[in-house]
C-alpha cells in the first residue's frame, strides 16, 4: 500500500548533508561549545531575517516564552491572555511564573485568537496579551499591538509556527514588545535538536533578556536577576544558520501544497478547509481541515497509508495538568469544537504533487 507519512525531512535533509557535516567539523574544531561565533552569527542572521534589531538564542521554544514573560516582569497577580486554541506551551509559561491565565476564544474560522474578545478580557491587571501565530498564519497583530497600547499592557508573541509568515507585508515575530520562537525540529526552521529564540526591538529587553538566559548575569558570576540556564547550544547555532537559508524556499514549497489542497478540495463534501484572514501571509506550517467525522476521517485516511496528526485533541484548559483551575466542558466551546473537529493533513517541503492528488481523492472518498 502507498506510504505517505504525516512529515519527513527526508525532502530538506538529504540536501543539506555536506554542508552540515562541514559545519559541524567547524563547531568540533572551535573548542568553543557554548555561546560561541556561531551563536553570534545566527542570531545576527535571525535579526536581520525578522527584521528586528535584537535576537537572542535560548534553550528551546517554552524557555523563550517563559523568559519574554520574566524579562516583562510578569509574576503573581499579573493576568496574562492567552488563546485559549493553542499548544500548552503559550500557557505553562505563564504559569510557571504564577501569573493567572485569561484564555481567549479563537476566530472558529482561521483558529487564531479572537482580537474583538481580547478587548473584554483585558483588567487592571493585564500584564501581558499573547496572540500565537498558529498553523502558519498570523494573528491580526497590528489590531492587537494597537489595543496594548490604548491598554498600556505588553505583547509576547509567540511565533513558534510561522517563521516567515507576514501581516500586512511586515514578518510575525517583530511586532510584539518581544517575539518568542521554537526550532524544534519539526517547525518550518528546525534545528536538529532542542532550540528556541525570543526577538525584540527594545535594547533594554534585549539585554535584560541576555542575562536571564544566562543564569541572570551579563558578566560571569555576577548575578544581576533570578536568571536560569537558558543557553541554546551552540552546535544548534551552526545547523540554523545553513537551514535559515533554505526557509523561503521550503515556505514557498509548503504554500504550493496548501494551494493545490484548497483546489482539489474546495467541493470536498463534510470538511471546512482553513481560512487564511486578509492581510495574512500564511507559511502553512500545518494545514487543518474541520470535519464532524474527524476521527472517522483520520481512520479512513489511515487505512489508506496517509498519516495525519490532530493539533491539539485535548485544549488546554480541559487539560488533567490544569484541573486545580476547574474549567469545565463548555467553558471554551469554540477551542473545545476545534479540538474534536480538527485534522492536519500532511504538509511539508518533499511533498509531490502526486502525492497530494492522492491524499486528496482519498478524503473525496471518504462517505
Ligand atoms: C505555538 C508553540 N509555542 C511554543 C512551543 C514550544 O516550543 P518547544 O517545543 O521548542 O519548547 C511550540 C512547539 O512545540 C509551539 O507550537
Not at 520574566?70 to 488563546?83: K, M, S, Y
Not at 511586515?170 to 517575539?179: A, L, V
Not at 538566559?213 to 551579563?218: A, E, L
Amino acid at each position: 500500500m502507498r506510504k505517505i507519512p504525516f512529515f519527513s525531512f527526508t525532502g530538506m535533509h538529504p540536501l543539506l548533508r555536506d554542508e552540515m557535516t562541514r559545519a559541524f567539523h567547524t563547531f568540533y574544531d572551535s573548542g568553543w561549545y557554548v555561546l560561541g561565533e556561531g551563536t553570534k552569527r545566527f542570531e545576527d542572521e535571525w535579526a536581520a531575517y525578522c527584521g528586528v534589531s535584537h535576537a537572542i538564542t535560548v534553550a528551546d521554544g517554552l524557555d523563550a516564552i517563559v523568559l519574554a514573560l520574566q524579562a516583562c516582569d510578569v509574576g503573581p497577580g499579573d493576568e496574562v491572555i492567552v488563546p485559549s486554541n493553542t499548544y500548552i506551551a503559550s500557557w505553562l509559561a505563564a504559569t510557571q511564573l504564577g501569573a493567572t491565565i485569561v484564555p481567549v476564544e479563537p476566530d472558529p474560522r482561521t483558529f487564531n485568537i479572537d482580537v474583538n474578545r481580547i478587548q473584554a478580557a483585558i483588567t487592571p491587571n493585564t500584564k501581558v496579551i499573547m496572540p500565537v501565530n498558529l498553523y502558519g498564519q498570523p494573528c491580526l497583530l497590528e489590531e492587537i499591538m494597537v489595543l496594548a497600547k490604548r491598554h498600556d499592557v505588553l505583547v509576547v508573541e509567540d511565533n513558534a509556527q510561522s517563521q516567515g509568515a507576514l501581516y500586512k507585508g511586515k514578518m510575525t515575530g517583530s511586532y510584539g514588545d518581544i517575539n518568542a520562537t521554537s526550532f524544534y525540529p519539526g517547525k518550518n526552521l528546525g534545528a536538529l535538536g532542542e532550540a528556541g529564540a525570543v526577538t525584540t526591538d527594545n535594547i533594554e529587553l534585549a539585554n535584560k533578556l541576555r542575562a536571564l538566559r544566562n543564569y541572570g548575569s551579563h558578566k560571569k558570576y555576577h548575578n544581576l536577576y533570578l536568571g536560569r540556564n537558558g543557553r541554546m547550544d551552540e552546535l544548534q547555532a551552526h545547523f540554523l544558520s545553513i537551514k535559515l537559508n533554505f526557509l523561503n524556499v521550503w515556505n514557498l514549497q509548503r504554500k504550493a501544497i496548501a494551494k493545490q489542497y484548497n483546489e482539489e478540495l474546495q467541493h470536498a463534501d463534510q470538511i471546512l478547509l482553513p481560512l487564511i484572514a486578509e492581510n495574512c501571509d500564511s507559511v502553512y506550517h500545518q494545514y487543518v481541515i474541520l470535519s464532524e467525522r474527524r476521527d472517522e476521517l483520520q481512520t479512513f485516511l489511515a487505512d489508506r497509508g496517509i498519516g495525519t496528526l490532530i493539533h491539539y485533541p485535548i485544549p488546554p484548559h480541559l487539560q488533567p495538568a490544569y484541573a486545580q483551575l476547574n474549567w469545565q466542558i463548555g467553558d471554551f466551546p469554540i477551542a473545545e469544537r476545534l479540538a474534536n473537529q480538527m485534522l492536519s493533513l500532511p504538509i511539508y517541503p518533499g511533498l509531490t504533487e502526486d502525492d497530494v492528488e492522492y491524499i486528496t481523492r482519498m478524503i473525496k472518498n471518504f462517505r
